[in-house]
């Protein structure tokens, strides 16, 4: 079992939707979360980082992450065309190095 | 401020050449990292390095070898290439609990 799962889509959307990303992880022990966005043929970029559980919001982005039932979101308000990319889900442990990603999930939003 | 650098961008390499993927970060960061990035399977951790001096298998080491030349440099090694090593790799680096930050990726193709 992979320790970072995500739905791999595609996910295509109209302009303007929300849009809901999502992620389930099985290691206790992770503690931080990021989103990380990813457009075609570049480097993943981060997006949003946090801690623990709770919510982090940022202009159109909302991350959630509720530690109970091991679930991590990213929720995209009013998606626009350029938010068209592969969003990857990681998770770390505060006493380890190692980042765990999820298999991405590839997005594109419609004019 | 370049980030992750990583060198080449592209490469071809017949089957059994070997060839070293260079990697330099300008962050002083402690921790670098290696991925690949293969459709449906997201990124998998090759090899990564938490400080200068040690070097640790990830998912993936199998073919792989690595070299944490100094705190900047962390190369990759591929010693005998294999068509089931085309992929895409990056190289981030990062400070512990904090994000990764990700070179633009090397394109890589063993025919």
């Known amino acids: 079992q992979k320790e970072v799962e995500q739905d791999p889509g595609p996910l295509s959307v109209p302009e303007g939707a929300i849009v809901s990303l999502n992620c389930t992880y099985s290691?206790?022990?992770?503690?931080?979360f990021m989103w990380y966005r990813q457009y075609s043929r570049k480097g993943p970029e981060l997006l949003m980082y946090?801690?623990?559980?709770g919510n982090k919001e940022d202009g159109r982005f909302t991350a959630q992450v509720d530690k109970s039932s091991k679930y991590i979101s990213l929720f995209i308000r009013d998606s626009q065309p350029s938010d068209s990319a592969t969003y990857l889900c990681a998770a770390g442990e505060t006493s380890g190095s190692r980042l765990t990603f999820g298999e991405g999930t590839q997005l594109t939003v419609n004019p | 401020n370049a980030g992750v650098t990583q060198t080449p961008k592209f490469q071809v390499l017949k089957t059994g050449q070997s060839m070293t993927l260079q990697c330099a970060q300008d962050m002083n960061h402690n921790s670098m990292y290696w991925y690949r990035q293969d459709p449906g399977m997201g990124l998998r951790l090759i090899y990564y390095?938490?400080?200068?001096?040690?070097?640790d298998k990830g998912e993936v080491p199998n073919g792989y070898n690595v070299s944490r030349l100094n705190k900047r440099e962390f190369s990759l090694r591929l010693e005998s290439a294999a068509p089931s090593q085309t992929s895409v790799y990056f190289c981030?680096?990062?400070?512990?609990?904090?994000?990764?930050?990700f070179g633009q990726g090397t394109r890589l193709t063993v025919v």
């Open positions: 390095s938490a400080s200068e001096g040690t070097t």
């Open positions: 981030a680096s990062r400070v512990l609990n904090t994000e990764a930050f």
């Open positions: 946090t801690y623990s559980s």
């Open positions: 290691n206790s022990a992770f503690q931080y």
